[in-house]
């Protein structure tokens, strides 16, 4: 059985982890919202890999003596390919918040994409450890809970209000109403 200190340190990887990537979504759309809707944010998430991916575990292991010690060319090209995944991922939710349509939003792209990452990180794993066959059928209906909750989702996601419709009734609520006599008054023209 796991020690708990072992357990714990687990958990609060999970944790940080679900809280990070929790918020991504929300803070990268804003991130893109501020910088006019572009790509910029792709290069400020790079920035932030750099110094957290390389300059901080950098400084880590140099001040532990082992910055130089275990490099393999497979652990590189492995470890490269998930960087390159990872980055994919954030290109392809850039994309996602770009497309201008209604489902552009955070609240419906990113449990899609946390909905549907289980499901591809199954299929490669049962894939290539073969083990298939060994699933219990509660494990096939869980996987297909999991496609149908995207698909509603979809479905039934809160889109708000359409830009002018939202326009057109802030303006209605906020505009006092006339009376008739001054609305006609207010549109003839001036006796000469």
Request: hydrophobic share 50%; with cysteine.
């Amino acid at each position: 059985m796991e020690s708990l200190e072992k357990l714990a340190f687990m958990l609060c990887g999970v944790a940080l982890t679900a809280i990070c990537w929790g918020s991504y979504g929300a803070v990268l759309h804003e991130g893109q919202a501020r910088l006019g809707g572009s790509f910029k944010p792709l290069i400020c998430v790079g920035f932030a890999y750099f110094v957290v991916a390389i300059l901080i575990p950098g400084a880590i292991l140099a001040s532990q003596g082992k910055l130089w010690e275990g490099w393999s060319f497979g652990g590189i090209g492995w470890s490269s390919a998930a960087g390159v995944c990872g980055t994919l991922g954030a290109l392809g939710i850039i994309l996602a918040f770009s497309a201008g349509s209604s489902l552009s939003k955070p609240w419906i792209v990113m449990p899609l994409v946390f909905g549907t990452a289980p499901v591809i990180i199954t299929f490669i794993s049962m894939t290539t450890k073969g083990l298939w066959g060994d699933a219990h059928p509660i494990y096939y209906a869980g996987l297909i809970m999991i496609i149908a909750g995207a698909v509603t989702l979809l479905f039934f996601a809160p889109r708000g209000k359409p830009a002018h419709a939202a326009t057109a009734d802030h303006g209605a609520a906020s505009a006092p109403e006339k009376p008739a006599a001054h609305a006609d008054a207010e549109t003839k023209p001036a006796a000469e």
